[in-house]
């Protein structure tokens, strides 16, 4: 393909590259030499051309390159992986066969079980197929999350493991344990990195990274693209090529966002009106355990099929929500943000965010559920005088770059970015450059200065000793 072709299906699909030597994009799999048991698994669960992400992903990790995938939510960013993760492991399992104890070849890492658990079922859904096939080797994926007896963990490593998806605490655990190793593992996936980082996962990433005995490569995915995960990716990473399909951080246009102004005493009342808007299921998103809790009896008490899901609850629990959600034996899932990053639930009609989150990022994934695979959905925010102005102006920026309709209460909003030059054409930041936020500059971030109160103890403890400073030295 020439240069001009490539470049003319990228503007088609609105695609972004950025990297040395991009291999050229795809207009089918069939183009990238899947076995045969694959294409029909495509085919019978209707997937039958690549996305925008995967017109490009693939070939990208198929020619073994580095990569950083941005794309919104529910763009096909698992089969990205997935697919060029199950070629490796053949690969590997063809040219020498598995020993007990030895693996993964493979590994993926999660922010949350939820999501691990998801990716697994994925992987396994693709394997099923070269199985039953004669003249495939037996290809193994093991979960390693927390919440799962490990024995049943350590018993499929003995085994020897082609694939791991796991979340970070629990393979710290079995690393340092040295009940697993990963000593051949040359594929390492880390999927909402965003997230992953967020949520203080970082030093143990870095200390996974410790444990690859040969070159790997790796691949970071991430719907959001702020400063702290570009600097990350600039030393996990060796020459990436980045692909980006739709900007960094910004909302899917198939969702229809609206705002409503609800005080804090009303809230309940306006959550029933809106759950008349759309036929189910609805996800309900809260930023606190408690809220969950409260609002998952009150829908019990009005005779909604409702489940609820948060940080506090055991495995079992948080399984049997998700699964009866799914299944449609519950047409609401009242849950905090351990579901918002990257899970799957196809025909969400309707998503209510009963807090706005406090990080506009947190806002994009959450309206993500919604909209998926070319639908569209509706999601609805309730806000009030509880919420900063810095997060209320992230949020009108947000709308204004979708063109959805902006309420009186945040059009009023006194704009920084409204007076002066425009800063984005003379700095090419879009908003600020630390956090991703659109509602303000790197100057008043409050995660920057959360970031520099957070370091300044430890500075003090590094520098003067564990005893602080007291005014001696």
């Known amino acids: 393909m020439s240069a001009k072709d490539c470049d003319s299906i990228r503007k088609q699909w609105r695609i972004l590259v950025d990297g040395d030597q991009v291999p050229p994009p795809i207009k089918r799999f069939k183009d990238m030499k899947f076995p045969e048991p694959v294409l029909k698994k495509l085919k019978e669960k209707g997937i039958v051309r690549p996305t925008p992400i995967q ?28 697919l060029p993760l199950i070629m490796n492991a053949l690969h590997e399992e063809m040219m020498m066969p598995i020993a007990p104890g030895e693996g993964p070849f493979c590994l993926v890492i999660c922010p949350s079980r939820e999501l691990a658990r998801q990716t697994y079922d994925v992987v396994q859904e693709f394997l099923l197929p070269l199985k039953e096939q004669a003249g495939y080797p037996e290809i193994r994926a093991l979960l390693c999350i927390g919440g799962i007896d490990m024995r ?17 605490g629990r393979l710290k655990d079995l690393l340092a344990k040295k009940k697993m190793n990963l000593d051949n ?47 990350f990716a600039g030393t996990a990473l060796v020459r990436p090529v980045t692909v980006n399909v739709g900007r960094a951080g910004a909302a899917n246009l198939d969702v229809i966002q609206e705002v409503e102004y609800v005080k804090q005493e009303d809230k309940y009342v306006a959550l029933l009106e809106c759950l008349k808007k759309t036929a189910p299921p609805v996800l309900i998103f809260c930023e606190n355990k408690a809220d969950v809790d409260h609002i998952h009896e009150y829908l019990l008490i009005k005779t909604v099929e409702v489940a609820s899901i948060h940080g506090g609850m055991d495995q079992e629990e948080r399984d049997n929500a998700i699964s009866s959600f799914k299944a449609g034996r519950k047409h609401v899932l009242v849950a905090t943000d351990v579901v918002s990053k990257g899970l799957d639930f196809p025909d969400i009609q309707h998503v209510i965010n009963y807090d706005m989150p ?15 695979r070319g639908k569209t959905g509706i999601a609805t925010t309730f806000i009030n005088k509880n919420q900063s ?52 500059r790197v100057s008043n971030c409050p995660k920057f200065e959360q970031q520099k109160s957070r370091t300044m103890p430890n500075f003090r403890r590094d520098y003067f000793g564990s005893g602080g400073y007291r005014g001696e030295v």
């Open 185 to 231: 593992c040359r594929y390492l996936t880390l999927d909402e990195a965003d997230r992953l980082v967020d949520l203080g996962f970082e030093d143990a990433i870095r200390e996974v990274f410790d444990h690859f005995k040969a070159q790997r490569q790796t691949l970071l995915f991430s719907a959001t693209m702020p400063t702290k995960i570009q600097n």
């Open 358 to 372: 406090a990080e506009i990022e947190n806002y994009v994934h959450r309206i993500g559920r919604t909209g998926r």
């Open 55 to 82: 017109v490009q992903g693939l070939p990208v990790i198929l020619s073994g390159r580095d990569m950083i995938g941005i794309a919104f939510t529910g763009s096909g960013k698992t089969l990205v992986f997935v």
């Open 152 to 168: 049943s963990q350590l018993e499929a490593v003995k085994r020897g493991v082609h694939i791991v998806v796991a979340t970070p």
């Open 389 to 440: 102005e810095t997060t209320l102006l992230d949020l009108k920026h947000l709308l204004q770059e979708a063109k959805q309709r902006i309420p009186p209460v945040l059009a009023e909003l006194d704009d920084p970015l409204d007076n002066g030059p425009d800063i984005t054409n003379l700095s090419g930041v879009k908003g600020c450059a630390y956090c991703g936020g659109l509602g303000h």
